[in-house]
């Protein structure tokens, strides 16, 4: 397919996964596919299936009646090349049930086919019996035929539930989970350097939708002097896109998204931020929150217990889209893009310099060679902020039995890691419990590193960590 980059690992594990199909005495195989909304699962599935060539089904359910899902069902399945696909031709069926009884018939029965129902937490949200259903037909039908059943949906927390032990479906199917292009990813597409892929990758959030519009070489000056004015493009849609089929009205998600993504990260501030809002509906709004992996929330990294805990946004791109672009749509509406490019520019350095901070630290954990017993990285805070660490690494988490190394992130153009910095850091280092002299420090800086004593990690080694 055009602009299809990166996913080797992806497309070699559902390759597994289809080599199992047709053997054992259950032919049939399912996959539980999980991930973020936009990160790419679908083309993923449908990149799978053009290269398998075998007959196969797609089929996308939306927000709507079960009824107008199985019209479409039936449809999709009718105009599909599954072999006896005439089947459905002149179907009204009633239910779920006897949807898929029809299904089992029209699939190959001694020959490999891949069905893909994307989207799955629609079709539970207006059958909440279809998880039996799903169970009771995969266990008489499709588990006896060499096919391979891929369920996608973006709904984590529902994803993750279907597979528990006290589910119908439990134990029916292998899970596999999608996230965005890695940064490494986002290096090859756009042809970029990597301190400037690891910029594009903070606006992009490695989102396929997004990258497939961003020219080859392009840097995030000349993207989003491109984007941003036009209303339709896809960075400045997909986030509302995003909030909008993900939440229900009750969970507040946009007020409190975006007191959190516009830097209020302590819930009395993010409370405060909100407005009028009920205590217990901010709680149950953050719940709902977390539970959907839209948020998380960190604790210091020490070896004292802490209850200074803080949220912030997990999806890279949404926080760009929070912080910019949701507050600057009516200009945009109106044709005053650049009133939104002026604000950016003006908080570019500020906002870039903590945005980077999670992806270095999830950078890091993927590091060999840090110093043991290097077990967790994360960062510490006091309330007074009084010190401030941007790196953390100790034996375990969030209570640490031994602090293995401390640095500090520079997101900086054209000003290296220098004596200044140094000597904030010793000065850190020196608030630290569980830290002394000993310990060893680190410096991450887009701009290089003038000072002696310290380990440099470079944008060229961070982008290595994610190949």
């Known amino acids: 397919?055009?602009?299809?980059?990166?996913?080797?690992?992806?497309?070699?594990?559902?390759?597994?996964?289809?080599?199992?199909?047709?053997?054992?005495?259950?032919?049939?195989?399912?996959?539980?596919?999980?991930?973020?909304?936009?990160?790419?699962?679908?083309?993923?599935a449908e990149e799978f299936i053009h290269r398998s060539g075998v007959p196969s089904l797609f089929f996308t359910a939306a927000h709507e009646p079960i009824s107008d899902q199985l019209e479409r069902?039936?449809?999709?399945?009718?105009?599909?090349?599954?072999?006896?696909?005439?089947?459905?031709?002149?179907?009204?069926?009633?239910?779920?049930?006897?949807?898929?009884?029809?299904?089992?018939?029209?699939?190959?029965?001694?020959?490999?086919?891949?069905?893909?129902?994307?989207?799955?937490?629609?079709?539970?949200?207006?059958?909440?019996?279809?998880?039996?259903?799903?169970?009771?037909?995969?266990?008489?039908?499709?588990?006896?035929?060499?096919?391979?059943?891929?369920?996608?949906?973006?709904?984590?927390?529902?994803m993750e539930a279907i597979n528990q032990y006290d589910r119908p479906f439990y134990m029916r199917a292998s899970e596999m989970v999608i996230n965005p292009l890695t940064p490494a990813d986002v290096a090859e597409k756009l042809n970029l350097p990597p301190a400037d892929a690891i910029d594009a990758y903070l606006v992009t959030g490695g989102l396929p939708m997004i990258l497939d519009e961003w020219p080859a070489g392009a840097t995030v000056w000349d993207f989003l002097n491109t984007a941003i004015p036009d209303p339709t493009s896809a960075l400045t849609v997909s986030g509302e896109r995003a909030v909008a089929a993900e939440f229900p009205p009750e969970a507040q998600a946009r007020v409190l998204l975006k007191a959190i993504g516009s830097g209020q990260r302590t819930y009395s501030a993010i409370?405060?931020?909100?407005?009028?809002?009920?205590?217990?509906?901010?709680?149950?709004?953050?719940q709902i929150l977390l539970e959907k992996r839209i948020i998380t929330a960190e604790l210091p990294l020490s070896v004292r217990p802490s209850k200074d805990r803080r949220y912030h946004v997990t999806d890279t791109q949404l926080r760009f889209w929070l912080s910019f672009i949701d507050p600057g749509m009516p200009e945009i509406y109106r044709g005053r893009g650049d009133l939104v490019l002026r604000r950016i520019a003006r908080s570019w350095t500020a906002w870039r310099g903590t945005a980077v901070e999670p992806v270095i630290r999830e950078s890091l954990r993927r590091m060999d060679g840090l110093p043991e017993p290097t077990g967790a990285i994360g960062g510490y805070w006091t309330?007074?902020?009084?010190?401030?660490?941007?790196?953390?690494?100790?034996?375990?988490?969030?209570?640490?039995?031994?602090?293995?190394?401390?640095?500090?992130?520079?997101?900086?153009?054209?000003?290296?890691?220098?004596?200044?910095?140094?000597?904030?850091?010793?000065?850190?280092?020196?608030?630290?419990?569980?830290?002394?002299?000993?310990?060893?420090?680190?410096?991450?800086s887009r701009s290089g590193c003038g000072v002696a004593g310290i380990t440099h990690i470079t944008p060229e080694e961070l982008l290595d960590l994610w190949r």
């Not at 080599?19 to 999980?34: E, F, H, N, Q, Y």
């Not at 031709?89 to 001694?110: F, H, I, K, M, N």
């Not at 909100?274 to 953050?286: K, W």
């Not at 280092?429 to 310990?439: F, H, I, W």
């Open 1 to 44: 397919m055009d602009g299809f980059i990166g996913r080797g690992r992806e497309l070699a594990t559902l390759g597994r996964y289809f080599a199992r199909v047709g053997t054992g005495d259950r032919p049939g195989r399912a996959i539980l596919m999980r991930g973020r909304r936009r990160v790419g699962k679908s083309r993923l």
């Open 73 to 158: 069902f039936i449809a999709d399945a009718a105009a599909s090349d599954l072999p006896d696909a005439s089947l459905f031709e002149g179907v009204t069926p009633t239910s779920w049930d006897s949807a898929l009884r029809l299904l089992a018939q029209a699939v190959p029965q001694d020959s490999p086919s891949i069905v893909v129902l994307d989207e799955l937490p629609f079709m539970i949200a207006h059958d909440p019996h279809l998880e039996g259903k799903l169970q009771r037909l995969f266990d008489r039908e499709f588990s006896r035929r060499p096919m391979l059943l891929i369920l996608i949906g973006s709904d984590l927390s529902i």
């Open 271 to 286: 409370s405060k931020a909100c407005g009028g809002i009920p205590g217990t509906s901010v709680q149950r709004g953050l």
């Open 383 to 444: 309330r007074s902020n009084d010190p401030e660490i941007d790196i953390v690494g100790a034996d375990r988490e969030p209570i640490a039995k031994q602090i293995t190394m401390l640095g500090s992130i520079k997101w900086l153009e054209n000003r290296p890691f220098d004596q200044h910095d140094m000597k904030e850091l010793i000065v850190h280092q020196s608030k630290m419990r569980g830290a002394d002299t000993s310990t060893p420090l680190y410096a991450v």
